[in-house]
DNA sequence: CGGCAAACCTGCGAGC
DNA sequence: TGCTCGCAGGTTTGCC
């Protein structure tokens, strides 16, 4: 469910009820998300402050003042909702919960538990094998078009593909691909190693310009996905082409509108016309 | 190694 | 109304 622009609304939203803080309680309602909970989860983080909140890829980071680091990731139905006092009453698939002191309280919930919580050392982080083969943060001004040409230049697969790839670039997920394919122009079964100088450059403005937009909006809500607050995200709105299929795409009277087809088993949503 | 389908798991909406 | 099928913001595995 949440991409880079959900997973940092999240992030943003969290920081200031949490950072600073002392952890009174931390309990798993269960032995495993993805993969296993940290066995010693309440030992590990009761006492402790998170003094640092940070998000790498899809990824958040919460730093701990022992040095440890909790790494949480989504997935596709994860959901970090804060609340003002602890909840009386536990919520369905309420997975983790940890307390703070003052009362608030942090959520983790996922239906479907593709998502996971674990446990490392700050020293481990950056060769941690969830982090070590990442590519570049979209947003970051190193992220440019000859940088995206550069990682695309051997890529024998359909730019879709290639730009869902985390070790291409980090964050994006089904809807921003093809929503930022459509801004760019480009064909999404378009060589990824076609895509270079003018092309690549459209690309990652596209990319930066719908990632921004998703931000302001605070997310996309389609399914499960709320902030930590949890008020709903409304870029979903906004969508040119994502989940639009049969849909006139904006700013274009072709007469077959929008089209979806399946790659790598996810649906891409596109304008034929559009997109080359 | 690169590229793609399938698996992980639950819920919901469409269609019969 | 009630069932089955297909599909869902992700990542990893295993197969060619």
């Given amino acids: 469910m949440p991409e880079l622009p959900e997973v940092e609304t999240v992030r943003r939203g969290l920081g200031p009820r949490v950072i600073g803080r002392r952890i009174v309680t931390a309990d798993a309602h269960r032995p495993d998300l993805r993969i296993p909970l940290p066995e010693n989860l309440s030992k590990r983080l009761v006492g402790r402050r998170i003094v640092r909140l940070d998000r790498r890829a899809k990824y958040i980071l919460a730093h701990l003042d022992d040095g440890a680091v909790l790494i949480i990731h989504l997935g596709m139905s994860g959901r970090l909702v804060v609340h003002d006092r602890p909840p009386n009453s536990v919520a ?59 990682r695309l230049a051997d890529k024998a697969t359909p730019i879709k593909a290639a730009l869902l790839d985390q070790t291409v670039v980090a964050g994006l997920g089904n809807i921003y691909v093809c929503e930022a394919l459509y801004h760019a122009g480009l064909g999404p079964r378009r060589l990824a190693r076609t895509v270079k100088s003018e092309r690549a450059e459209r690309l990652v403005v596209a990319i930066k310009d719908v990632l921004e937009r998703a931000l ?48 790598s088993n996810r649906s891409t949503f596109y304008c034929a016309k559009r997109q080359r």
């Fill in 92 to 150: 369905p698939h309420e997975h983790v919960r940890i307390g703070f002191q003052g009362g608030v309280t942090v959520s983790y919930t996922d239906h479907r538990r593709f998502g996971l919580i674990t446990l490392c050392d700050e020293a481990e982080l950056a060769g941690h094998r969830f982090f070590a083969r990442l590519g570049p943060e979209p947003l970051d001004d190193a992220f440019t078009g000859a940088v995206l040409a550069e």
């Fill in 216 to 263: 302001e909006a605070g997310g996309s809500s389609l399914r499960d996905y709320v902030q930590a607050s949890g008020e709903l995200g409304y870029f979903q709105n906004a969508f040119a082409v994502y989940d639009r299929e049969g849909e006139a795409c904006p700013g274009c009277d072709c007469g077959t509108g929008v089209r979806r087809i399946v790659q």
